[in-house]
């Protein structure tokens, strides 16, 4: 069992910055893949970006793809979010989940292919 708690979210203008944590316990956050998903009001949850084992791998949506990164510290059994230029279209409840993977450079993209998930956190990104 892993237990999965996001944090970090909040309201902020456009333009502006956020960094989401995720705080893994109950194994070693090395032995899982870890994701981000997000799902806005109405909407379905969609994938975000997600992280290899070891960090070596990451990919993003395209919707995110170089204003948003991820990243982790296996040591700290934390996984981050780091979400620049934000725009209104960014807020949604954004869930964490974690995939166990038998190959340490695997990314899934699939919320189907996550084992464990958090309970979300929320950003508002004001126009």
């Known amino acids: 069992q892993v237990q999965l708690v996001e944090s970090g979210g909040g309201l902020v203008q456009a333009g502006g910055s956020l960094r989401l944590s995720c705080a893994a316990s109950g194994r070693t956050s090395s032995s899982y893949a870890m994701g981000w998903f997000r799902q806005a009001p109405g909407k379905e949850r969609e994938f975000v970006a997600a992280?290899?084992?070891?960090?070596?791998?990451?990919i993003y949506a395209d919707s995110v793809k170089g204003r948003f990164a991820v990243s982790r510290d296996n040591a700290k059994n934390t996984v981050y979010l780091q979400m620049n230029s934000l725009k209104p279209e960014d807020t949604a409840d954004y869930y964490c989940?974690?995939?166990?993977?038998?190959?340490?450079?695997?990314?899934?993209?699939?919320?189907?292919?996550?084992?464990?998930w958090g309970q979300g956190t929320q950003v508002t990104v004001s126009s």
């Open positions: 989940a974690a995939a166990q993977v038998a190959l340490h450079l695997t990314v899934p993209q699939g919320q189907e292919q996550y084992d464990y």
């Open positions: 992280i290899s084992r070891i960090g070596g791998r990451t």
